[in-house]
């Protein structure tokens, strides 16, 4: 048995994910667990289908196991990101390899740039590129460049890339045994609205599902509600409007006078996209404002993302995913249920009510939104 992981938002479950576990497979795994982004992503947006239905088009195509990353790390940069998921991997103490897509394909080359970068952000090129307003991927390109050859820039300039370092790094970072592995991209490149003839791009896809087009050639068809921020649009603007700036300075990722300009801007929008277009400059990235925007809705403030995990929820499983809990030396209380796991702890009873309450925001992006609770009484998807 050799168990490999995962970490995803399947925002949808496309061919292009069925082709990174297949690959994973071909690479020595005998069983694949992924951790998953819930019901809001690392883009700043509401994932398109709810959690379940994506863990079942997961498990049809490929993973085992399919476990929640919690919404205060998907809403989370590429650093909070990793280091949650990779905090659940290491903590369920079976997994053998965690493998993630990349657009370069070389483990060597990312560890490289994993030093490179763990290098740069010390540096005055660095904190000088920051002062003048430089956003953090141009800061971290200027001191990289600055110190080392251009093969290993390149290597963090690609977005799958970037997030491949941030896992090496948080493995390191805890002194981790799981071992990296890299399956190289093939495809659309990221946010891209390109088609290929094999791979389209979740975003391409997910504009596609939203317009009512066909995307059977490039994902397995879902058959459920869509969710859309659009939705979500009047409670965000009113939360937002009603916050005092000292709030607003508060929030997640909100430093560097980000949380002023968003307090600003609200002022003045009248829509989402007239909140993003006024609050943008080069400093920031559109994703971090999106994501800036939902932690603000939700409340998620720089103290929360700092809690260590309380327990590990699991969406679904198969034969092979019953076996890799069988195998797990697990450091955490892991359930199906999120109401058993709220008894477990005083920090779980806590998580599990704010994941509840956020689901409940999350579910007024639905047509047809869902009654109160759902995240307590949810069942998860069991393949025979």
């Not at 003048?132 to 820039?153: E, H, W």
């Not at 596609?208 to 939705?231: H, M, N, Q, W």
């Not at 450091?331 to 709220?342: A, Q």
Request: neutral net charge; hydrophobic residues 40%.
């Amino acid at each position: 048995m050799k168990t490999a992981a995962v970490i995803c938002e399947y925002n949808p479950f496309h061919y292009g994910h069925r082709y990174q576990l297949e690959q994973t497979r071909a690479l020595g795994a005998t069983h694949i667990v992924a951790v998953m982004s819930g019901n809001f992503t690392q883009r700043g947006d509401v994932a398109i289908f709810d959690k379940y239905a994506r863990a079942r088009a997961a498990l049809e195509n490929g993973a085992d196991l399919v476990l929640e990353l919690p919404t205060r790390f998907s809403l989370s940069a590429a650093e909070g990101f990793a280091r949650g998921a990779v905090s659940i991997i290491e903590a369920l103490g079976c997994v053998d390899m965690l493998s993630f897509g990349s657009e370069c394909g070389d483990v060597a080359a990312l560890k490289e740039a994993a030093g490179a970068a763990e290098y740069a952000v010390h540096t005055d090129e660095f904190k000088e590129a920051m002062r003048r307003g430089a956003n953090f991927p141009a800061a971290l390109s200027k001191a990289v460049q600055s110190y080392y050859t251009p093969d290993v820039y390149e290597v963090l300039s690609s977005p799958n890339n970037t997030l491949g370092v941030e896992y090496i790094k948080a493995l390191d970072d805890i002194g981790s045994g799981i071992q990296p592995v890299t399956v190289q991209r093939d495809g659309a490149d990221h946010d891209s609205d390109e088609e290929t003839k094999r791979f389209a791009s979740a975003s391409l896809i997910r504009k596609k599902i939203l317009g009512g087009e066909d995307y059977s050639e490039f994902a397995p068809v879902i058959d459920e509600p869509t969710a859309d921020i659009k939705r979500l649009e009047t409670a965000i603007l009113a939360k937002l409007r009603g916050m005092r700036q000292s709030e607003f300075e508060s929030v997640y990722d909100a430093a560097q006078g980000l949380g002023e300009r968003l307090y600003k801007a609200v002022r003045r929008a009248n829509s989402l996209d007239e909140l993003y277009f006024l609050t943008k400059t080069k400093r920031y990235t559109l994703a971090r404002i999106r994501r800036a925007v939902l932690c603000c809705l939700l409340d998620i403030d720089k103290k929360l993302l700092s809690e260590p995990i309380a327990y590990i929820r699991i969406l679904g499983m198969n034969t092979r995913g019953r076996e890799i809990l069988s195998a797990a030396q697990c450091g955490l209380p892991i359930d199906t249920s999120l109401k058993n796991l709220s008894k477990q702890s005083r920090e779980a009873h806590r998580q599990a009510a704010q994941e509840e309450r956020w689901g409940d925001i999350y579910s007024l992006a639905f047509a047809k939104p869902r009654q109160c609770g759902y995240e307590f009484t949810a069942k998860p998807v069991i393949i025979e």
